[in-house]
Each structure stands twice: as C-alpha cells, then as structure tokens.
C-alpha cells in the first residue's frame, strides 16, 4: 500500500503570503491519480488539482500544482481570506484510492 | 449540474447494520465509477470502497472488506453502501463521489454514529 505523508501538518500564514504544502509518497506514483482537495469545516472535499498539476474547473489559478515520482506540491501563490482550509493530496494506486493525512493552512 | 445527495445515517449499536444511499443527478449515471468516502470526526479523509459502471469491478479498503457490501442501479440513478457488522470506529461522516481519475464531486455527507 502506498502511503502518502504530507508536511507540514500545520501552516501558519498570513493573507497575501506563498503557500507551499509537499506530498511524499512512499513509492512512486502516477502522476495521472495524484489529486489535492481542499476542505473547510463542515463541508465536503473540493476537488482542486487532478493529474498532479491540471486545475480543475473553476479553480483560481492562484493554485497550482507540480511534481513527479515521489515529490508533489501544492502552491497557493497568495493566500486569500477563503483559502484557509484543510487540504489534502490523494493518489490511486493497486485498485484503491489512499489520501494524505492533511495540512491545515490557518490565519497566522 | 451535478448532484449527489446521501441519505440513511444514524445511530446504530455495535455489531449492527445500515444501508446507505446516494441519489446522483445532473449526470449520466451509468456512465461513472462510483466512490465512498469516510471521515471520523476531527479526522482526515479515508476511501471505503468503489464500484465500475457494471458493478463488475468493486474494491474495498481492507478495514471494511467482509462487512460492507457497494452496489448501485443505474436505472434509479443511485448508490448504496449496506454496512454489516458495525463498529465504534466506523462512526464517521460519509460521503458518495463520481470516481474518474479524480473524485470530482462529492455529496454533503451523512453520518453515521455506533454507538451503545
């Protein structure tokens, strides 16, 4: 099974500030699966990012995503007010989908 | 526009049973792989099971294998999960999404509390 470790768990940022959130996968994935979500509290998951670095519709580009093999990143080039959620990354793999454990982008 | 909307939560004992439902709209149905999706309270995101267009091809995360059953009618447009053998670490909040190579619509979720 893979398991994706993301860093940091927490993120203490102001508005305006670069966001850089890592996803490491204990072995190589493909990038095709490699997806982030973003959820605030009491919502559902938001898709953001699917095959590692395509947007998905109605996404800011303020969002971006990059990586390959075991190394992916979110970036949020500025941080708006509505960006502080928690954001996980997720890959599909052996028939089964594994998602991260998270990092919370909060109000510095 | 796409909709999916969970039903058939609630408390239920240990040891218990419940079906969940997911009625799915603003889409062709039987055109998607289907996911369940859940998530314990304060707790990150853990995939529970999907299934392909023809209910040929069903996974299952190993923790629920045995005990929860995934199917769907495309003719109602809908998704269920029947939970068997429940346990106080299957309370969570759970959510139905359209599978393609990203989950990229969810539900509102339902929850689901074990509870004696």
């Known amino acids: 099974e893979t398991v994706l470790t993301q860093s940091p768990g927490t993120l203490s940022l102001s508005p305006g500030e670069r966001a850089t959130l890592s996803c490491r996968a204990s072995q190589s994935v493909s990038s095709s699966y490699l997806t982030w979500y973003q959820q605030k509290p009491g919502q559902a998951p938001r898709l953001l990012i699917h095959g590692a670095s395509s947007r998905a519709t109605g996404i800011p580009d303020r969002f971006s995503g990059s990586g390959s093999g075991t190394d992916f990143t979110l970036t949020i080039s500025r941080l708006e007010p509505e960006d502080f959620a928690v954001y996980y990354c997720q890959q599909y793999g052996n028939s089964q989908w594994t998602f991260g454990q998270g990092t919370k982008v909060e109000i510095k | 526009e796409v909709q999916l909307v969970e039903s058939g939560g609630g408390l239920v004992q240990p040891g218990g049973s419940l079906r969940l439902s997911c009625a799915a709209s603003?889409?062709?149905?039987?055109?998607?792989?289907m996911s369940w999706v859940r998530q314990a309270p304060g707790k990150g995101l853990e995939w529970v099971a999907n299934i392909n267009r023809d209910e040929s091809e069903i996974y299952y995360v190993d923790s629920v294998k045995g005990r929860f059953t995934i199917s769907r009618d495309n003719a109602k447009n809908s998704l269920y999960l029947q939970m068997n053998s429940l346990r106080a670490e299957d309370t969570a909040v759970y959510y139905c999404a359209r599978d393609g190579h990203a989950l990229d619509y969810w539900g509102q979720g339902t929850l689901v509390t074990v509870s004696s």
């Open positions: 603003g889409f062709t149905f039987s055109n998607y792989w």
